[in-house]
C-alpha cells in the first residue's frame, strides 16, 4: 500500500513536472495560461450591483501611516443603482480593482473631510470610473473646501486628461467625465443633519463630529430599503455618532488605539525622531476602539466595523492588544475592518451578511 502512495505521488511530481516543463518552454502553452488568467480576472463582481439590498464594501481601513495590508479611508455603498464612495486615500482603487469591484456607474465621493489620507486617492478613481463609462463630470460632495480640492485636482491632472482623450477618442473618454463637480454640503448645526441625496430610495445625511483643528468634519449615514450604515468619518468619541446612527445597521468607526501609539511615541522618542511628537498630537482627535464601543452601544448599531486601523496591527497578537477591553464594554457585534469586507444587507430584513472579498 505504501508502495502504491509512493508510486502515485511519484506519478503526479513527474506530470506536473513535464506541465511547468512545456510551460517554461512553450511560448504557445505560456500565452494559452496567460489567457486563462486574464479570463479569470476581467469578470465583475455583479453581485453588488443587486438592487434588493444595501451593500457596503470597504476599500481601505488603514490611515496615512504606510502598512503593507490596508490601504487608506476608502468605503463603496451600492444601492438601488446608485453607487457612492466614502473617501478615497491611497491605495483604494489598487483595492477596488482587486477585487473587481464596478466603479463605471460611480455617482460620487461623499469626503469627510480634507485630510490627505482622505483624498489622495481620488485622482485614481476619476481616471478609472472614467475608464469604466462614466460620462459626467465626477461629483465630489464635501464640507466647504470641497471646491478647493476639485479645482486642485482638475488643474494636476488637465495635461493628463488631454493626453487621454487624444489618444482614446473622446468617444470613449467624454471631456465631460474628465472635470469634477464640487458640491459643497451645507454646515449642519451640531444638533442637527443635513440631507445630502436623496434619490431612488437613497438617502444620504451629513452630520458633524469632531476632528479639530479639522472643521467641520462630517460623518454621513446612507439609509435605502429599511437598511442603514453610518460612517463615522475622523473623529474623536461624538455623541453625534450615535445620535445620528440611531438604530443604525452597520457603523464604521474610525479607531486609534492610544495605549499603542504611546509606545511608538516612547520608541521615537528614545531613538531622538522628532515624529514622536506627531504620535503624541494624534490620539487627541480621534476615537479609541474602547470609546467607539461605547458610541456603537450608545447607538444601538447592530454591528460596530473599525476602521482607519491606527497603529498597523501585523499579526494577532497586535489585534488583541489594539482590542483591548472592548469585550468588556461591548461583547458582541464588533468586527476588526480589513481591506476586502463585503457586508450584504438584504432589503427589509434584519441579516447582516458578511463576505470576504480578498
Ligand atoms: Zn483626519
Ligand atoms: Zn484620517
Not at 244 to 249: A, L, M, N, R
Request: with cysteine; proline share 5%; glycine share 10%.
Amino acid at each position: 500500500m505504501v508502495r502504491l502512495v509512493a508510486a502515485g505521488i511519484g506519478l503526479l511530481v513527474t506530470v506536473a513536472a513535464i506541465g511547468f516543463g512545456v510551460v517554461w518552454f512553450s511560448p504557445a502553452a505560456q500565452d494559452a495560461l496567460m489567457r486563462r488568467v486574464v479570463a479569470a480576472n476581467v469578470g465583475g463582481n455583479v453581485d453588488v450591483l443587486d438592487e434588493d439590498a444595501l451593500h457596503v464594501v470597504l476599500c481601505g481601513t488603514g490611515s496615512p501611516m504606510p502598512d503593507p495590508e490596508r490601504a487608506q479611508s476608502c468605503a463603496i455603498v451600492y444601492a438601488g443603482g446608485k453607487v457612492f464612495m466614502i473617501d478615497s486615500g491611497l491605495g483604494g482603487w489598487d483595492r477596488l480593482a482587486r477585487f473587481q469591484l464596478p466603479v463605471g456607474g460611480l455617482t460620487g465621493i461623499l469626503l469627510t473631510h480634507f485630510h490627505s489620507d482622505h483624498i489622495s486617492g481620488i485622482p485614481d478613481i476619476a481616471l478609472n470610473s472614467w475608464a469604466a463609462g462614466r460620462r459626467d463630470a465626477l461629483a465630489l460632495y464635501g464640507p466647504p473646501g470641497v471646491e478647493t480640492v476639485a479645482k486642485g485636482f482638475d488643474l494636476a491632472y488637465s495635461l493628463d486628461d488631454g493626453y487621454r482623450i487624444a489618444h482614446h477618442g473622446p468617444e470613449f473618454f467624454s471631456e465631460e467625465g474628465a472635470a469634477y463637480l464640487p458640491i459643497v454640503v451645507d454646515v449642519p448645526s451640531r444638533d442637527s443633519s443635513v440631507t445630502v441625496y436623496d434619490e431612488g430610495g437613497v438617502k444620504v445625511t451629513a452630520f458633524r463630529v469632531s476632528h479639530e483643528p479639522v472643521d467641520p468634519a462630517y460623518g454621513y449615514r446612507i439609509d435605502y430599503k429599511g437598511r442603514s450604515v453610518v460612517f463615522s468619518g475622523d473623529t474623536k468619541k461624538d455623541g453625534n455618532v450615535a445620535r445620528f446612527g440611531k438604530d443604525v445597521d452597520v457603523l464604521i468607526h474610525e479607531a486609534l488605539a492610544d495605549h499603542m501609539v504611546h509606545m511608538l511615541e516612547e520608541g521615537l522618542e528614545l531613538r531622538g525622531d522628532r515624529r514622536a511628537k506627531v504620535m503624541h498630537d494624534i490620539p487627541d482627535y480621534h476615537a479609541t476602539p474602547v470609546q467607539a464601543a461605547e458610541i456603537a452601544n450608545e447607538a444601538g448599531a447592530k454591528l460596530l466595523v473599525y476602521t482607519h486601523i491606527v497603529p498597523r496591527l501585523p499579526n494577532a497578537i497586535a489585534e488583541r492588544v489594539f482590542l483591548r477591553g472592548v469585550s468588556d464594554v461591548r461583547s458582541d457585534g464588533v468586527t476588526l475592518g480589513y481591506d476586502g469586507l463585503y457586508l450584504e444587507l438584504p432589503a427589509d430584513s434584519e441579516k447582516i451578511v458578511e463576505h470576504d472579498l480578498r
